[in-house]
């Protein structure tokens, strides 16, 4: 089994930046889609950050494009998401995810969550004055 551990979450204001960080157990990097995702109270949980096995590229919502930027280490086995320019509407509970039976591109696996057999805990991240 893969575990997953996100941290890197915390109170930031608006404007300001956070780095999250998602450790693997194992290699996944060239073997796994990862997903970032965040879920708001009373809201679905939405595809923030995907990079799929498949085609190598990375997904960006359309609502943190220009914003986050995701990346990975495989040396740690870590994957990042950088988040810059917070937005109080940015404030969600984050979660890493990993599949490894991938057979689409990023933008689908982005938008369809319950693809992922593999999530971490989450790590809360609140945005306000």
């Known amino acids: 089994q893969v575990q997953l551990v996100e941290s890197g979450g915390g109170l930031v204001q608006p404007g300001g930046s956070l780095r999250l960080s998602c450790a693997a157990s194992?290699?996944?990097?060239?073997?796994?889609?990862i997903g970032w995702f965040r879920q708001a109270p009373g809201k679905e949980r939405e595809g923030v950050s995907c990079?799929?096995?498949?085609?190598?590229?990375?997904y960006y919502a359309d609502s943190v494009k220009g914003r986050f930027t995701m990346s990975t280490d495989k040396a740690k086995n870590t994957v990042y998401l950088q988040m810059n320019s917070l937005k109080p509407e940015d404030t969600a509970v984050y979660y890493c995810?990993?599949?490894?039976?991938?057979?689409?591109?990023?933008?689908?696996?982005?938008?369809?969550?319950?693809?992922?057999?593999?999530w971490g805990q989450g790590t809360q991240v609140t945005v306000s004055s």
């Open positions: 995810a990993a599949d490894p039976l991938t057979y689409y591109g990023a933008n689908y696996y982005c938008h369809h969550p319950l693809e992922y057999d593999y």
């Open positions: 194992e290699v996944t990097m060239d073997y796994y889609t």
């Open positions: 990079l799929s096995r498949i085609d190598r590229m990375t």
